[in-house]
């Protein structure tokens, strides 16, 4: 299969816009591209330097974008006011679209129950260009993270969850949810194109996703496509220690959890998308 290069920064905005015919407001998507690279440092702030250099743009342009975003309440800084990350507008953007969102709100209880009957991790997620977005998180009591995944993003090539999605884009092609470049998470996470290909083949045959150790080490993850959108979206998934992992309990996991998608995809709102003539 072949690759075409990836657009970036302003260059994917411009690729959007010609698709849609609406000419982009440069400032809204300067302010938006940089809270998505604050987002995507996680825990770790970031200097001016650091977020000049990311986003391609003057230091002057972006100090004062930084300004009127910590104004309001969208990036804090630290007590030298060198260091910049997320500010908690940011945080009650993101529940309201948690409490407000219709597939969340009735996959939260079926996975809260397949938890408890499996007494493993399960988690519940969004497809986003070239990641998985983290909506839902049920912690087996055996093993607790010591952060909640909420919120958070990985790459859709070495998630199960977002291998199960990539599953149901292979006809009509997987470019726009795969990075030109795969950066390997552990010593088995696939980074050539045509393995994780082939992967993918693998996946549709058999109706389910496997990140073996792909993510982290020791932790083998089972994903099933939700399919109650056109083009599935949203997906499930189970974490469980390689340890003690034997044929049974993993034919265990994949029966419960193919209940629960079918629970699911029955009580989800009707996709217009896919009605004939839609």
């Known amino acids: 299969m072949t690759r075409p290069s990836e657009p970036a920064g302003a260059l994917r905005h411009t690729a959007e816009a010609a698709k849609t015919g609406v000419r982009g407001v440069k400032s809204a998507a300067r302010a938006v591209e940089l809270l998505e690279v604050l987002a995507s440092r996680q825990n770790r702030p970031a200097r001016l330097r650091e ?29 030298t006011g060198t260091l910049y990350s997320v500010g908690i507008r940011a945080l009650l953007a993101g529940t309201t679209y948690l409490d407000t969102d219709p597939y969340l709100r009735i996959a939260q209880p079926h996975i809260n129950d397949l938890g408890a009957e499996l007494n493993e991790t399960i988690h519940f997620g969004r497809l986003d260009r070239t990641d998985i977005v983290y909506l839902a998180t049920r912690e087996s009591s055996r093993y607790i993270r010591p952060f909640s995944r909420v919120g958070r993003r990985l790459p859709a090539y070495s998630t199960a969850l977002g291998k199960s999605l990539l599953a149901e884009r292979l006809d009509s092609g997987v ?35 496997i990140d073996d150790e792909e993510n982290y080490a020791g932790i083998r993850c089972f994903g099933l496509a939700l399919r109650y959108t056109h083009l599935p979206m949203d997906a499930i998934s189970c974490s469980v220690p390689v340890a003690g992992l034997d044929e049974t309990r993993q034919q265990e996991i994949i029966e419960a959890m193919e209940r629960t998608r079918l629970a699911i995809e029955r009580m989800a709102p009707v996709d217009p998308s896919a009605a004939v003539g839609g």
Do not use: I, K
């Open 51 to 79: 977020l000049s250099e990311a986003l391609e743009a003057p230091r002057s342009s972006v100090h004062a974008l930084l300004r009127t975003l910590a104004e309001r309440g969208w990036v804090r800084t630290d007590p």
């Open 175 to 209: 470019d726009a949810h795969v990075p030109r470049r795969l950066t390997p998470l552990t010593p088995n996470t696939l980074t050539d194109f045509d393995a994780l290909v082939r992967d993918l083949e693998r996946t549709r045959e058999r109706g389910h996703a």
